[in-house]
């Protein structure tokens, strides 16, 4: 059974950075693709960026050349740097298997997030 738990949010100004980890349990983070997702209050969740099998990283043009995606295979954790904050940066951040289908098709639950709130 796959878990994941994450952790590292906080309250940031504008500019400040923050790093955030998920810890994966019942799957390799190289077995999958991961990605952290964000749901802003009010909003549906939304893709910030992936990692995929080989390493490589792709991100949504919002957060592009400020977030970065690592992981630590002996671990087994996935991070997502965040660097110049932003007001629109707030919300609730998951990991979990990317596509975004995946999840739900393997009836894996998304752990309980970590909030990011970055004030002006």
């Known amino acids: 059974q796959v878990q994941l738990v994450e952790s590292g949010g906080g309250l940031v100004p504008a500019g400040g950075s923050l790093r955030l980890s998920c810890l994966v349990s019942?799957?390799?983070?190289?077995?999958?693709?991961m990605a952290w997702y964000r749901q802003a209050p009010g909003r549906q969740r939304d893709l910030v960026g992936r990692?995929?099998?080989?390493?490589?990283?792709n991100y949504a043009n919002s957060v592009k050349g400020r977030f970065a995606i690592s992981r630590d295979v002996a671990n087994n954790t996935v991070y997502l740097q965040m660097d110049n904050l932003k007001p629109d940066d707030t919300g609730v951040y998951y990991c979990?298997?990317?596509?975004?289908?995946?999840?739900?098709?393997?009836?894996?639950?998304w752990g309980q997030g970590t909030q990011v709130t970055v004030s002006s």
């Open positions: 019942g799957n390799s983070v190289t077995a999958n693709s």
């Open positions: 979990n298997l990317y596509p975004p289908n995946i999840p739900l098709l393997r009836n894996i639950a």
């Open positions: 990692i995929n099998k080989d390493g490589d990283t």
